[in-house]
């Protein structure tokens, strides 16, 4: 059987594509080509900029405060000014001690002469600089005044070009107008993007930017309207004004998809579900009494939310988010049951076959004679549960299958599989999907239109959600936490351990040596599953990691970086491989006897599931493994955790896969191996992630060291976010009107037909296939 397909990213569309019928008049001004010649249109390609509206909505990346325009005559040392001059003279001079050399640049006033002074680290910047700055050209020069020898100079100032076709009070003018910087690229710098982006909004009428924002919400909320937003924000006059477009066109980002989301909640409302009130004397409550626990009381509470919902005929559409090993399973099974108990069927949806088959086991487990209808033992209230996966045999899937369609089964767990057309259900009345940040909506939609009724929904996410990322992402979901963990969960405590020191990485391995030794299990993670392959869906790349941008930031690039970050001279560095470190610690004297195996995601199902049968039972001792076993994973002898490489994993990331040890009654200790030097923000990272558990600080923690964008970008979006300016942490309070605002719009008016433009702007948020349609075009 072939392996199956890493799941889908999550994505951040609402509604499936549905190019065509959605009835949108498109904006043809706006979804036009750039029209450029072929080697520049790649260069604004390379910037993802294709179509007129991204290039308007590549908004700059930095605004600055210009200096005080100020003339050459009246300079004092401190001051930060704006100076418009000529270039009087241009020389470079070799440094006898470091590569590279100081560049002078002389302007003129006409009178007096300044000296502008850079370093420029190679040859190529020399003549960079000389071509641009050449000998009588009129520039704009914006730093800050310091003297050396008692001369007056400014170092590495910024200098842009004066449009010659301008008057002189013009260019006076421009002068101090805010300065903008744009994401740029090699061989297009943020003034040429500036400049093309002004050109064409000057082509546009306003009629060509409508707003997707009802006026009456912007008059109380005192915002300009997107047209105005839109000009102002890549040619403001005053920082102020910058401040109040951009707040705008961020309210915007949040209203619209806002809107979406109510839209979407009032739709899935609208259609019936079937109630499935409880049973006295059922299969629910057979299982409660068998319990061999007590709930805690924030299972008790979600528990008795849900059990209120899917009593009614409104479809629950409910988020349970809750830390790994908090119970979410078995409150979901109580649900399950209680749907059974009325006659229906419950689906389980996880992201793996690993995971789907690890729920089938522990549910047996839970359930006993409870799962075990019509064979000899069995329970005299009691159901089926099946599997479903990809990888069985034809006879296993013709049996699941008909139990589904047949009703028999009460409880039917599976991966994507379990989408597939040809899957039936006798009376599908819950969808339980789990590890929701692995599924898309369109997943999410194809399961539940498998039900007669609406079934209910229940979505389990172990990955801490901030209330107003929860809001952004699933806003059409009502949100539960399950904030407590069972009581008597283990102790595990966190290490970091300096990839350079031998002695330290020497002792980890007698560490995790001494824990197989007394009966237990190691885990093992590494970034990387040899040498040149990373994990299927490994996305996240460190902030601080070298090479990350490759967006310069100057207006000149006058800084010699040539726009790429981290150190050139300085290899890559290896990364830790599951392959040659399975190797490696089978030659390791301290770990000799010890069985050690491996799992990632190029193993085919057969073998993820042999490895982490071994590794229960014992049979291997020490598992090396990518981030596949983040999710889910439950070993509950498992007490150690050595994470290689442990800076290359985002903060919510090491969390998950921390959270696979101390399942059990078996404190456990993690040691994160890294070789970042102390005072690097990885580090600080690291740092962190060492002194707390609550996944919640964690999560808050990710987010705020992520860039804008990144939230619900390229790693979790699927790469198509359309957030440009919000941030989801940040902008809690913009998120939370925008929501309010959107609600109203949707109750007065669900089908947006008085606002065209509003739904034009959600169908280009939420569909990627559109996207890929206007992209075309
Ligand atoms: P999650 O799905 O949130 O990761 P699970 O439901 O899988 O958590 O629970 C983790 C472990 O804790 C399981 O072995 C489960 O049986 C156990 N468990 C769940 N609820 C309780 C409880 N109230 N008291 C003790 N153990 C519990
Ligand atoms: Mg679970």
């Known amino acids: 059987m072939p392996d199956e397909p890493p799941p889908p990213p999550i994505q951040l569309h609402p509604h499936a594509a549905r190019p065509g019928d959605d009835g949108i008049v498109r904006t043809p001004a706006l979804d036009r080509s750039l029209r450029l010649a072929t080697s520049e249109a790649k260069k604004f390609e390379r910037l993802g900029l294709r179509t007129v509206r991204d290039l308007l909505e590549h908004y700059p990346r930095r605004v600055a405060d210009p200096g005080t325009l100020t003339d050459l005559a009246s300079l004092r040392i401190g001051d930060h000014v704006i100076l418009i001059v000529d270039i009087a003279s241009f020389t470079a001079r070799t440094m006898r001690a470091r590569r590279g050399s100081v560049v002078?640049?002389?302007?003129?006033?006409?009178?007096?002469?300044?000296?502008?002074?850079?370093?420029?680290?190679?040859?190529?910047?020399?003549?960079?600089?000389?071509?641009?700055?050449?000998?009588?050209?009129?520039?704009?020069?914006?730093?800050?005044?310091?003297?050396?020898?008692?001369?007056?100079?400014?170092?590495?100032?910024?200098?842009?070009?004066?449009?010659?076709?301008?008057?002189?009070?013009?260019?006076?003018?421009?002068?101090?107008?805010?300065?903008?910087?744009?994401?740029?690229?090699?061989?297009?710098?943020?003034?040429?993007?500036?400049?093309?982006?002004?050109?064409?909004?000057?082509?546009?009428?306003?009629?060509?930017?409508?707003?997707?924002?009802?006026?009456?919400?912007?008059?109380?909320?005192?915002?300009?309207?997107?047209?105005?937003?839109?000009?102002?924000?890549?040619?403001?006059?005053?920082?102020?004004?910058?401040?109040?477009?951009?707040?705008?066109?961020?309210?915007?980002?949040?209203?619209?998809?806002?809107?979406?989301?109510?839209?979407?909640?009032?739709?899935?409302?609208?259609?019936?579900?079937?109630?499935?009130?409880?049973?006295?004397?059922?299969?629910?409550?057979?299982?409660?009494?068998?319990?061999?626990?007590?709930?805690?009381?924030?299972?008790?509470?979600?528990?008795?939310?849900?059990?209120?919902?899917?009593?009614?005929?409104?479809?629950?559409?409910?988020?349970?988010?809750?830390?790994v090993g908090s119970g979410k399973t078995v409150v979901a099974l109580r649900a399950m049951l209680q749907v059974v108990d009325a006659g229906g069927q419950a689906a389980l949806l996880a992201p793996t076959e690993v995971l789907a088959a690890q729920h089938e086991r522990s549910i047996r487990a839970l359930l006993g004679e409870l799962g075990e209808a019509g064979m000899l033992g069995g329970a005299d209230a009691a159901t089926r549960v099946v599997l479903l996966t990809g990888s069985q045999t034809a006879a296993q899937r013709r049996r699941a299958l008909g139990e589904a369609a047949g009703g028999s089964a009460g409880i039917v767990i599976g991966t994507h599989a379990l989408l597939q057309e040809h899957v039936q259900f006798a009376d599908l009345g819950l969808v339980v999907v789990d590890e929701q940040h692995r599924f898309g909506v369109e997943q999410r939609d194809a399961l539940r239109a498998k039900g007669r009724a609406a079934p209910h929904l229940l979505v389990m996410t172990a990955t801490p959600i901030p209330r107003t990322v929860a809001m952004t992402i699933f806003g059409d979901l009502e949100v539960s936490t399950l904030r407590d963990v069972p009581i008597g969960r283990a102790e595990v405590l966190t290490h970091l351990v300096p990839a350079g020191n031998a002695a330290w990485v020497a002792r980890a391995w007698e560490r995790v040596a001494e824990e197989v030794r007394q009966g237990r299990r190691a885990f093992v993670v590494c970034p990387r599953i040899t040498a040149t392959q990373a994990e299927a869906g490994e996305s996240f790349v460190p902030q601080d990691a070298p090479g990350r941008d490759e967006l310069g930031d100057g207006v000149l690039d006058l800084d010699g970086t040539g726009g790429t970050g981290g150190d050139p001279d300085q290899p890559p560095r290896e990364l830790a491989a599951v392959e040659d470190v399975v190797e490696l610690l089978r030659a390791e004297p301290a770990l000799a006897g010890i069985a050690i195996g491996e799992l990632h995601g190029r193993r085919s199902s057969e073998e993820k599931e042999a490895a982490m049968a071994d590794l229960a039972s014992g049979a291997l001792g020490v598992l090396v493994a990518t981030t596949v076993i983040e999710v889910g994973v439950d070993v509950p002898q498992a007490s150690v955790m050595v994470i290689l490489d442990a800076d290359r994993f985002g903060l919510s990331q090491l969390h998950q896969l921390r959270g696979r040890i101390g399942r059990g009654s078996l404190p456990g200790v993690c040691l994160a191996v890294s070789p970042v030097p102390d005072d690097s923000p990885a580090h600080e990272r690291l740092t962190v992630f060492a002194g707390t558990r609550d996944g919640f600080v964690l999560a808050e923690a990710d987010l705020g060291q992520r860039r804008e964008g990144d939230v619900l970008g390229a790693a979790q979006s699927g790469g198509s976010s359309s957030l440009r300016l919000l941030r989801v942490v940040a902008d809690a309070a913009v998120i939370e009107a925008a929501r309010g605002a959107a609600r109203a719009v949707v109750e007065r008016d669900p089908q947006l037909r008085e606002h065209p433009a509003l739904a034009e702007a959600i169908a280009r948020a939420l569909d990627p296939v559109a996207q890929e349609y206007l992209e075309r075009t």
């Open 104 to 323: 002078t640049i002389e302007v003129t006033d006409g009178q007096r002469r300044l000296p502008l002074v850079y370093f420029a680290p190679h040859p190529g910047r020399v003549a960079y600089l000389e071509a641009r700055l050449r000998v009588g050209k009129r520039v704009t020069v914006d730093g800050v005044v310091n003297t050396k020898n008692g001369v007056l100079q400014l170092t590495h100032p910024k200098i842009a070009d004066v449009d010659s076709d301008l008057s002189e009070e013009e260019i006076e003018r421009r002068a101090t107008f805010p300065q903008l910087r744009y994401g740029q690229t090699k061989g297009l710098e943020s003034e040429k993007i500036s400049a093309l982006i002004r050109s064409q909004l000057a082509s546009l009428s306003d009629a060509d930017l409508p707003d997707p924002v009802p006026a009456d919400v912007r008059r109380e909320r005192g915002q300009v309207d997107h047209a105005t937003a839109l000009r102002t924000v890549h040619e403001p006059e005053t920082m102020a004004g910058y401040r109040s477009a951009q707040e705008a066109l961020r309210f915007e980002e949040a209203f619209v998809l806002q809107v979406a989301m109510a839209r979407r909640r009032a739709e899935a409302a609208a259609v019936p579900a079937t109630a499935r009130p409880p049973r006295p004397g059922g299969i629910a409550q057979a299982f409660d009494a068998r319990l061999p626990f007590t709930l805690t009381p924030g299972q008790v509470e979600v528990g008795t939310t849900i059990a209120q919902e899917i009593a009614g005929s409104v479809p629950m559409q409910r988020l349970l988010q809750g830390e």
